[in-house]
């Protein structure tokens, strides 16, 4: 996608060296800086702060710190301790879990002289297919915004979607999951609107995806998190979709704090609600999301104090509640399968449903446990 008319990715390969840039997210919308990686810590403390973020970009970016630790020290120990510590970064989204076991099934045959090469090679194609695959759940997605606008009255203008948080080419290496779909639409000239959910308490609509669709001249309107069932309930809202950071075998959905409310809206005024994800997001090892997914517990000073751009340009963070106020920070919810009306992947819809997903794995020509090895 495009910064300031300039087609650039999340996570690059710097030309000439085994590094990469990354857009530090944690400078947006204010400021623009890029960070260049080149070792395990800093991949570690890079993925933690949420320099990068977003399922698909967190497994990529993660994948090339596997090969920041190889070149180091290609033996049997730092394999296995690497894994660990880049696994321990984010508990809730599979895709690092999914590229780390990538790499290692790779590497770990080889002799340790060939170990690094390998990995820089597998972090690449994981880098590439990424796009390809982002770009093919727009293009499924694409179908169902054009089905949607054809359904609604003549003259009763553009497309009404709401989204959550950030599933945009900022959480992925491009495209995005849930945002793939309106920049084809756009692009393709459907006549869409965007409703952006802030996402308290970090902000990830306000400061990400409004930031971004901006970028891309795509009309959005931002929102308080709180007015999304207001605005269904007034009609002003035609279809919902969202990314996941992990979907279970029967179609429950792991997404930031915030959504299961969203589908819970959708699912009272009888408003389609779509899950987009790659395969590489479905954790097929597990089916009851809301007692097997693990949840994300971050910092109470996320919910107590905000971030923002002062008087004097300069970003700041204040306290919003009494000093020493308890404050819970739950990184994400689980939207149970029956409230989504379909998941959006690269090969397709598919139900989120037990019988959903086992059609998905047979498309797939795969159990659901040989699909996860992949």
Known sequence: ???????????????????VRILDQTVLPHGLEWRELASLAGVIEAIKTMRVRGAPLIGATAAFGYFFALRDDPGDDLIARAYAELLATRPTAVNLRWALD???????????????AAAWAEA???????????????????????????????????????THCNAGWLGCVDWGTAIAPIYQAHDAGLEVHVWVSETRPRGQGASLTAWELGQHNVPHTLVVDNEAGHL???????????GADRVTARGDAANKIGTYLKALAARAHHLPFYVA????TIDWTITDGIREIPIEQRTSREVTHVVGLAADGQRQEVLISPAGTPARNDGFDVTPGELITGL?????????????L??????????????AAT
């Not at 996608?1 to 085994?18: D, L, P, W």
């Open 1 to 19: 996608m495009k910064i300031q008319g300039v087609s650039r990715r999340s996570i690059e390969i710097i030309a000439g060296r085994q590094t």
């Open 102 to 116: 990538r790499i290692r099934r790779v590497v770990v045959p080889l002799p340790p002289g060939a170990r690094a």
């Open 344 to 356: 959006v992947t690269e090969h397709g819809l598919f139900g989120a449903s037990p019988e959903g």
């Open 124 to 162: 690449g194609a994981i880098s590439e297919e990424d796009v390809r695959t982002n770009q093919a759940i727009g293009a499924h997605g694409l179908a169902l915004l054009q089905a949607a606008a054809q359904r609604k009255p003549p003259s009763s203008g553009p497309l009404q979607i709401m």
């Open 277 to 280: 994800l790659p395969v590489s």
């Open 232 to 242: 269904a309930q007034r009609g002003l809202v035609d279809l919902m979709i969202v």
């Open 358 to 371: 086992a059609h998905l794995a047979k498309t797939l020509g795969r159990t659901g446990s040989e699909t």
